[in-house]
C-alpha cells in the first residue's frame, strides 16, 4: 500500500512538471517572437526538450509498470531507450532552427524588447524553480534526473535576465545572439552525447566497462570454474543491465555441488544489481553447444 502512494506520489509531481513546463515553453515561444530575441527562442526549445523529456518520463513511468508479456518479454523498460532517441532528434533539428535564426544577427544585430526580456525571464526563473522545488521533494532516480534539467533551466533565465538587465542601460544588441548560440551550442553538446549513448544501448554495446571488468575479476575468483565464455553484458535502459555467460567447470560436480556454486555465485554477483541473469554450466571437456558446427 505504501509502495502504490509511493509511486502515485512521484506520478504527480512529475506530472505537475510536465504541465508546467509545457505551458511556458508555448509562452516562451510567443514570448520569443514578440520581444525579437533569439536568445528566447533558444531557450524555448532547451525548455520544449525538457518538456518532452518529462512527459516521456511521466509515459513511461506509466508503461514500466505493465508486467512482461510474451510479446515483450523483458517488459517495457527499453520504450524509455526510443524516447531517448525522439527528444534528441527533436532537439537537434530545434538547435539547427535556432542557430539558423542567430547566425546571421550576429553581423546585422537588432535590437530585442529588454522589457518583455526581463519579464519572460522573471516567469521562466519563478516557474522552472517552482518546478524543480516540486521534484525536489521525490525520492525515485527520474526524478532527481529531471530535477537537474529543471535546475539548468533556472540557471540559463538567469542568464537571459543578467543581459536583458545589461540591454536596457546599454545599446549591444550582439549580446542576444551571442547568448542563444551558446545556449544552443550547449544544447548540441549534452544531445549529441546522450543520442550516443543512447544509440551504443540499442546495439547492445556493453553499458558499463567497469561493471563487466568486475563481473570477470569475480568469475575467475572462484576456483572451480576453469573457463568462462559467450559472456554478454547489455542494458534494457541504461540501469536495467542483463548478463548471460557460459561456465566450464574444471572438474564433474555433483548436482548438490551445482547448486551450492550456483549460490556463491548468486552472492558475488550481488553488488553488480543485475537485471537478469542466464548462466550456462558446461560439464568438464563438455563441448559448447553453440560452438557446435550446426549443418
Given at each position: 500500500?505504501?509502495?502504490?502512494?509511493?509511486?502515485?506520489?512521484?506520478?504527480?509531481?512529475?506530472?505537475?512538471?510536465?504541465?508546467?513546463?509545457?505551458?511556458?515553453?508555448?509562452?516562451?515561444?510567443?514570448?520569443?517572437?514578440?520581444?525579437?530575441?533569439?536568445?528566447?527562442?533558444?531557450?524555448?526549445?532547451?525548455?520544449?526538450?525538457?518538456?518532452?523529456?518529462?512527459?516521456l518520463a511521466w509515459v513511461l513511468a506509466?508503461?514500466?509498470?505493465?508486467?512482461?508479456?510474451?510479446?515483450?518479454?523483458?517488459?517495457?523498460?527499453?520504450?524509455?531507450?526510443?524516447?531517448?532517441?525522439?527528444?534528441?532528434?527533436?532537439?537537434?533539428?530545434?538547435?539547427?532552427?535556432?542557430?539558423?535564426?542567430?547566425?546571421?544577427?550576429?553581423?546585422?544585430?537588432?535590437?530585442?524588447?529588454?522589457?518583455?526580456?526581463?519579464?519572460?525571464?522573471?516567469?521562466?526563473?519563478?516557474?522552472?524553480?517552482?518546478?524543480?522545488?516540486?521534484?525536489?521533494?521525490?525520492?525515485?532516480?527520474?526524478?532527481?534526473?529531471?530535477?537537474?534539467?529543471?535546475?539548468?533551466?533556472?540557471?540559463?533565465?538567469?542568464?537571459?535576465?543578467?543581459?536583458?538587465?545589461?540591454?536596457?542601460?546599454?545599446?549591444?544588441?550582439?549580446?542576444?545572439?551571442?547568448?542563444?548560440?551558446?545556449?544552443?551550442?550547449?544544447?548540441?553538446?549534452?544531445?549529441?552525447?546522450?543520442?550516443?549513448?543512447?544509440?551504443?544501448?540499442?546495439?547492445?554495446?556493453?553499458?558499463?566497462?567497469?561493471?563487466?571488468?568486475?563481473?570477470?575479476?569475480?568469475?575467475?575468483?572462484?576456483?572451480?570454474?576453469?573457463?568462462?565464455?559467450?559472456?554478454?553484458?547489455?542494458?534494457?535502459?541504461?540501469?536495467?543491465?542483463?548478463?548471460?555467460?557460459?561456465?566450464?567447470?574444471?572438474?564433474?560436480?555433483?548436482?548438490?555441488?551445482?547448486?551450492?556454486?550456483?549460490?556463491?555465485?548468486?552472492?558475488?554477483?550481488?553488488?553488480?544489481?543485475?537485471?537478469?541473469?542466464?548462466?550456462?554450466?558446461?560439464?568438464?571437456?563438455?563441448?559448447c553447444r553453440d560452438d557446435v558446427p550446426?549443418?
Amino acid at each position: 500500500m505504501h509502495s502504490h502512494s509511493h509511486d502515485d506520489n512521484s506520478s504527480t509531481r512529475i506530472g505537475w512538471a510536465f504541465f508546467l513546463n509545457v505551458g511556458f515553453t508555448i509562452i516562451e515561444f510567443i514570448g520569443g517572437v514578440l520581444t525579437n530575441s533569439t536568445a528566447i527562442m533558444a531557450d524555448a526549445v532547451h525548455d520544449l526538450g525538457d518538456s518532452l523529456s518529462i512527459g516521456l518520463a511521466w509515459v513511461l513511468a506509466k508503461l514500466g509498470k505493465k508486467p512482461a508479456s510474451s510479446s515483450f518479454s523483458y517488459g517495457y523498460k527499453r520504450l524509455s531507450l526510443l524516447g531517448s532517441l525522439i527528444n534528441g532528434i527533436v532537439l537537434i533539428a530545434g538547435s539547427g532552427w535556432v542557430l539558423y535564426q542567430s547566425i546571421p544577427r550576429l553581423f546585422n544585430p537588432e535590437m530585442p524588447v529588454t522589457e518583455g526580456m526581463l519579464a519572460l525571464s522573471i516567469f521562466g526563473i519563478a516557474v522552472n524553480g517552482f518546478a524543480a522545488f516540486k521534484l525536489s521533494k521525490g525520492e525515485t532516480l527520474n526524478e532527481k534526473v529531471l530535477n537537474w534539467h529543471l535546475l539548468e533551466d533556472v540557471l540559463g533565465w538567469v542568464a537571459v535576465f543578467i543581459v536583458s538587465v545589461v540591454l536596457m542601460f546599454v545599446e549591444w544588441p550582439i549580446l542576444d545572439p551571442i547568448l542563444a548560440i551558446g545556449f544552443t551550442l550547449f544544447i548540441l553538446v549534452n544531445v549529441v552525447r546522450n543520442i550516443g549513448s543512447t544509440l551504443k544501448l540499442f546495439l547492445q554495446g556493453v553499458p558499463d566497462q567497469g561493471i563487466a571488468k568486475g563481473i570477470e575479476e569475480k568469475l575467475k575468483s572462484i576456483s572451480e570454474f576453469k573457463h568462462f565464455h559467450h559472456l554478454h553484458l547489455w542494458s534494457l535502459d541504461g540501469e536495467s543491465h542483463v548478463l548471460t555467460v557460459h561456465i566450464e567447470l574444471a572438474v564433474d560436480v555433483s548436482l548438490e555441488d551445482q547448486r551450492n556454486l550456483k549460490r556463491r555465485l548468486s552472492a558475488v554477483l550481488a553488488e553488480f544489481e543485475l537485471s537478469h541473469t542466464t548462466v550456462e554450466f558446461e560439464l568438464h571437456n563438455e563441448p559448447c553447444r553453440d560452438d557446435v558446427p550446426r549443418e
